[in-house]
């Protein structure tokens, strides 16, 4: 599964940014998804997960309420949604795919892995 993130940039600290990863060819409908994040200095971390067919989703306490997650089969491409957003959302955003449909809310089973988008936000 070759995975493609874009969408980052310059954002001010209360605005709105949307992340998409696209999925070219492949069986991009039987993989779970998540978004992880790295911020400088610190480890990479899951902040969202989509199940396969999108009917389930995890979100971190950090980004509860404030990111959405989504994803449309028909298009091979899966979307974070970012609203109120802080300087502390500030990283590098992954996405990744996993074979694993049952534990897709857990960070480990993710092996398939798309290059990061840089996400500022900052005034």
């Known amino acids: 599964v070759q995975l493609q993130a874009s969408g980052g940039g310059l954002v001010q600290p209360g605005g709105s940014l949307r992340l998409s990863c696209a999925a070219p060819?492949?069986?991009?409908?039987?993989?779970?998804m998540a978004w992880f994040r790295q911020a400088p200095g610190k480890e990479r971390d899951i902040i969202a997960a989509i199940s396969y067919g999108g009917r389930s989703t995890y979100y971190a306490d950090s980004v509860n309420g404030r990111f959405t997650a989504s994803r449309d089969n028909a298009k091979n491409e899966m979307y974070l949604q970012m609203n109120s957003l802080k300087p502390e959302d500030t990283a590098v955003y992954y996405c990744?795919?996993?074979?694993?449909?049952?534990?897709?809310?857990?960070?480990?089973?993710?092996?398939?892995w798309g290059q990061g988008t840089l996400v500022t936000v900052s005034s």
């Open positions: 990744a795919a996993t074979s694993n449909k049952v534990q897709f809310r857990t960070s480990s089973v993710y092996n398939y």
């Open positions: 060819g492949g069986t991009f409908s039987s993989y779970p």
